[in-house]
C-alpha cells in the first residue's frame, strides 16, 4: 500500500498493489523432464481523494457605501477510481529439480510494479499497433509525436513478450506415453559373461514454452465544483467535469511454441553378467512430430462517448516432419543412475501451412520514413516519397521500397524487415525476397486512367484526348497469408497527380530509383528554381545525364528553353559492407552459427602482371565469390573444412550492406589404427576407427590367452 500515486500524478489519495504466484510442476513418475507451470494473479487499484474549500464575505456597493451582501463558500472535491487486473500462465519444459512450491507467495514490490507495468505495456502497445491507421486524408488526426512514439513501442511489447516466450524453449522433450513393443535380455557367450538387453517402446513426447494471459483496466475520476451562499440560496450552484476520459479495456493473449512427437525408441545395452548392474550401449529413436508456433491477441475497449471496440490479430506456422535421435546410453543399478549424451539429432520438415515472417506493418511512417540498425547497432535513415508528381511524363517508376514490410519471426522471436518485389534486386534485402509484389499485395488505382506495371513497378498515364490533368491515389494492400488473422487492414495509399499543360515545357528528372524530385513547368525563358540533388541507399549521386544510359553529361538549364527536358540521374556505387556467418560442424553432427563477422578484406588481379592487391572497400553490387573468401584471408581454422555443398557460393552486395554470406565447417574426419603389431593374424587383424576432428577417443582392450594387455603404444614419428 501506498499513498504515491501512478495513474493519478496530480491528485492525492492511496495505491493497493497485490500479486499472488502459484507455481508447480506436471511431471512422469522417474523422469527429471517436467512441465513447470506458474500462474501470477496481480491487483491493483487506486483511489483519488481530494478536497479544497474556501470562502469568504461577498461585498457590494449601494450608492458610495459599501456593505455584506452574503457569505460564499467554494469548494471542490475530486474523486477517482483505476483498477487493473491481470492474469498470466506460462507453461514450459525444464529438466532442472527445484523444490516444488505451491503459493502463494507475495512478489516483492520491485518485481510487482515492473511486473505490472510490463502487462499493461504489452496491452497498450499490441492495441496501438493494431489501431495504426494510416490511410490517406488522415495524417492530420494522428501525427502528432506523443501518438508515434505509442506506436513506436506497440510492436516492441508484443515483440519482447513473444521472443521471452519462444526463448524459454529448449531442445528438451518430456515424454507423455510410453508403450513397450518388445524387450529381450540374453548372453553373447555359453558362459554368460556378456549379457545383452534390448528394449523396444513406442513413445510420444512434448515440448513446449506456452503463455497465456488477460487483463482488465478501468479508470474513472471527476471533479465536483459547488459554491454555496448563506442568505441567497437560490445563487448556489453545482458542477462536475472529468478529470481523465473514462474507459476499460480487456485484453486477451496467448502465445508461444507446442510440439509433439511420436516415434519408436530402441535401446541395446551390453554388460557384464547382467545389463541390470551395469551397461552401456545406444538409444536411438526415430519418428514423425509436428510443431506449432504462433500468438493470438484479442482486445475490447470503451471510452467514454464512444462505442465499444474490439480488435484481434494473431499468427500461426505449423510444422510436420520426420526425427532421428542417436543418444549413447550408459545405466547403472537398473537405470537409477544414467547418462545418455547425443550423439545425432535431426529434423527433416515435411510439410507446413504459415510463414515464419509474421508481417507487422509497412516499415516506414506516415511520412515515408523509417530507420534500420547496421551489424555495429547503428540506425540508418530512409526515406520514400508518398506521393507521384507526373507532369508530361506519362510512365514513372515507383521504388520496391514501398513493398518493404517490418515482421517478427514466429520461430525465434525478434524483428525483421523484408522487400516484398521479387522482380526488383536492388531494393532494400531485396535478395531475399521470396514473392512478387502482386503475389502479395492487392494493387488499387482510384482512376482508371493510371495502370501499374507489377513486372517493372510502373505506372502508366492514358489520358483522354483533351485532357491535360488527372489526380488519384494508389492504395497497396497487404494479403493475410494462411493461417495469420488481423482485424485491421494493413495498406498504404500514395497520391499520384498527373499533368499535361498546353502551355510551357516540362523540367523532368528521372531519378531512377533515387528519391523523388517533382516535374517543373516553365515558360521559355523562365528562371528554373535550384534543385537539390536526389539520394540513394548504397550509392552516390554521379550528375545528371541527358540520356538514360547516363553517357551525355548535362547540367540543369539556368533558364528554361523552347523544348521539355527530361534529365537522368546516374548512381556510383559507394563503399559497403557485408556480414559472413559462420556454422562450424558440432560433434553430433549438426552446424552451430559460432561466430559472426563484418567483411573480410578483398583481392583484385591485375590481368597483366597477375599481381594480387588488397582492396580496403567493397562497393555496392560487387559480386562476393565465398571461394575467394576463404582463399584470400585464410580463414579455416586447424581441424575443419568448408562444406561446399552449403557454403553460399556467390552473391551480390546489396545497397544497404545487408547481404550475408554464409559459409559451412565440417569437421575433417582422420583414421586411428589399432595393431597387435607381431601378434597380428586373421584372428587379430588391425581395427580401424574413424574419428571427427576433437572427437572423444575411447580406447578399445583386447583380450589375448596367454597375455596381460597393458596399453598402446604410438606409432613412431607420431
Not at 518485389?421 to 502482386?438: F, M, P
Request: a negative charge; hydrophobic letters at 35%.
Amino acid at each position: 500500500m501506498s499513498r504515491d500515486l501512478v495513474h493519478f500524478e496530480e491528485g492525492s489519495g492511496f495505491r493497493v498493489e497485490v500479486a499472488l504466484e502459484y507455481a508447480f510442476d506436471v511431471q512422469k513418475t522417474g523422469s527429471k523432464n517436467k512441465v513447470a507451470i506458474k500462474m501470477t494473479a496481480v491487483f491493483e487499484t487506486e483511489v483519488l481523494l481530494g478536497f479544497s474549500a474556501n470562502g469568504g464575505a461577498v461585498w457590494k456597493t449601494k450608492w458610495i457605501f459599501p456593505y455584506i451582501y452574503d457569505y460564499k463558500m467554494s469548494g471542490s472535491i475530486d474523486q477517482g477510481l483505476y483498477t487493473g487486473i491481470a492474469i498470466t500462465a506460462t507453461a514450459q519444459l525444464d529438466e532442472d529439480e527445484p523444490e516444488n512450491t505451491f503459493g502463494p507467495e507475495l512478489l516483492e514490490p520491485d518485481g510487482l510494479e515492473d511486473y505490472a507495468q510490463q502487462l499493461i505495456d504489452l496491452s497498450e502497445s499490441i492495441k496501438n499497433m493494431m489501431e495504426k491507421d494510416k490511410q490517406a486524408g488522415e495524417e492530420g488526426e494522428g501525427g502528432d509525436e506523443d501518438d508515434d512514439e505509442s506506436a513506436g513501442t506497440a510492436s516492441g511489447g508484443l515483440l519482447e513478450k513473444y521472443e521471452r516466450v519462444i526463448s524459454a524453449a529448449n531442445d528438451k522433450w518430456i515424454d507423455l506415453i510410453e508403450a513397450p513393443i518388445f524387450a529381450a535380455e540374453g548372453s553373447l557367450d555359453p558362459f554368460y559373461v556378456t549379457a545383452y538387453s534390448i528394449d523396444v517402446k513406442f513413445v510420444v513426447s512434448a515440448n513446449m514454452s506456452v503463455a497465456i494471459g488477460m487483463s482488465f483496466q478501468y479508470e474513472k475520476s471527476q471533479r465536483h465544483t459547488f459554491t454555496m451562499m448563506l442568505f441567497h440560496r437560490n445563487q448556489s450552484s453545482s458542477e462536475t467535469v472529468d478529470l481523465s476520459t473514462e474507459y476499460f479495456q480487456f485484453d486477451f493473449y496467448a502465445m508461444g511454441t507446442l510440439g509433439i512427437r511420436a516415434g519408436v525408441r530402441a535401446k541395446v545395452l551390453f554388460g557384464l553378467f547382467s545389463t541390470k548392474l551395469a551397461g552401456i550401449g545406444l538409444q536411438l529413436e526415430a519418428g514423425a512430430y509436428a510443431r506449432l508456433w504462433g500468438y493470438f491477441y484479442y482486445c475490447m475497449s470503451w471510452e467514454k462517448g464512444k462505442d465499444i471496440e474490439s480488435s484481434a490479430t494473431g499468427a500461426v506456422l505449423m510444422e510436420i516432419g520426420a526425427y532421428l535421435e542417436v543418444n549413447l546410453a550408459m545405466e547403472v543399478m537398473n537405470g537409477t543412475f544414467s547418462f545418455n549424451p547425443s550423439i545425432y539429432s535431426n529434423e527433416w520438415p515435411i510439410w507446413h501451412v504459415g510463414e515464419r515472417e509474421n508481417v507487422l506493418d509497412f516499415v516506414y511512417d506516415e511520412e515515408g520514413k523509417w530507420t534500420e540498425e547496421n551489424d555495429d547497432g547503428a540506425e540508418i535513415k530512409y526515406s520514400i516519397p508518398l506521393s507521384f508528381d507526373m507532369v508530361r511524363t506519362r510512365t514513372m517508376e515507383v521504388p520496391s521500397e514501398i513493398f518493404r514490410m517490418r515482421y517478427m519471426d514466429l520461430k525465434e522471436g525478434g524483428e525483421g524487415c523484408l522487400t516484398y518485389d521479387g522482380n526488383k534486386r536492388a531494393g532494400l534485402n531485396a535478395a531475399t525476397s521470396e514473392y512478387d509484389d502482386e503475389e502479395r499485395f492487392f494493387v488499387e488505382m482510384s482512376d482508371p486512367h493510371f495502370k501499374y506495371n507489377p513486372v517493372d513497378n510502373t505506372i502508366t498515364v492514358v489520358p483522354e484526348e483533351g485532357v491535360g490533368s488527372y489526380e488519384g491515389t494508389m492504395t497497396i494492400i497487404w494479403k493475410q497469408p494462411d493461417l495469420t488473422y488481423a482485424s485491421k487492414t494493413i495498406s498504404q495509399t500514395f497520391n499520384i497527380t498527373w499533368v499535361d499543360p498546353d502551355a510551357g515545357y516540362c523540367l523532368a528528372f528521372d531519378t531512377k530509383g533515387g528519391t523523388t524530385i517533382k516535374t517543373k513547368v516553365y515558360g521559355i525563358g523562365k528562371e528554373v528554381e535550384e534543385v537539390e540533388n536526389p539520394t540513394k541507399v548504397g550509392y552516390a549521386f554521379g550528375g545528371w545525364y541527358s540520356d538514360k544510359a547516363c553517357t551525355r553529361a548535362e547540367a540543369i538549364p539556368s533558364t528554361m528553353p523552347a523544348h521539355d527536358v527530361t534529365l537522368y540521374a546516374k548512381w556510383i556505387p559507394i563503399p559497403n559492407v557485408y556480414t559472413v556467418r559462420h556454422y562450424y560442424e558440432s560433434l553430433s553432427t549438426q552446424y552451430e552459427l559460432t561466430e559472426t563477422t563484418k567483411q573480410y578484406n578483398v583481392y583484385e588481379v591485375d590481368e597483366t602482371s597477375g599481381k594480387k592487391t588488397r582492396r580496403d572497400y567493397i562497393y555496392t553490387d560487387d559480386v562476393l565469390k565465398a571461394e575467394e573468401l576463404v582463399r584470400d584471408n585464410q580463414i579455416v581454422p586447424e581441424g575443419f573444412e568448408i562444406d561446399w555443398s552449403l557454403t553460399t557460393s556467390s552473391m551480390s552486395v546489396a545497397p544497404d550492406g545487408s547481404t550475408v554470406v554464409d559459409i559451412y565447417y565440417k569437421r575433417q574426419i582422420h583414421s586411428v589404427t589399432y595393431s597387435m603389431g607381431e601378434l597380428k593374424d586373421s584372428d587379430n587383424p588391425d581395427v580401424v576407427i574413424r574419428y571427427r576432428y576433437r572427437e572423444t577417443i575411447y580406447v578399445p582392450t583386447y583380450f589375448m590367452r596367454g597375455y596381460t594387455f597393458e596399453n598402446w603404444e604410438k606409432e613412431s614419428g607420431l
